[in-house]
């Protein structure tokens, strides 16, 4: 989560790279998995950028609509 202050600078999408990078190289992960908030679209263009793709939705812990997005092992070296 960005604060609205800090916005638009691309800090989110830095963090989610180093994040999706670090779990593929360093902790050996099979996929990445976004659970997003359904209508937060920034969320979505990050994740798109970052190679994942829309999984399906899904329902969160109190009832709201989650989007999931994946990225497989195979799917990251070949963008990386």
């Known amino acids: 989560m960005v604060c609205p202050e800090a916005s638009g600078r691309g800090l989110a999408t830095e963090g989610a790279l180093a994040i ?33 793709r829309w999984h399906g939705e899904a329902v969160g812990r109190f009832g709201e609509p989650i989007a999931v997005y994946v990225l497989e092992r195979a799917g990251w070296s070949e963008i990386v």
């Not at 099979?30 to 798109?48: C, W």
């Open 20 to 52: 999706r990078d670090e779990a593929f190289e360093c902790l050996g992960a099979e996929r990445v998995v976004a659970r997003l908030q359904g209508d937060n679209t920034g969320s979505r263009r990050i994740a798109e950028r970052l190679g994942m």
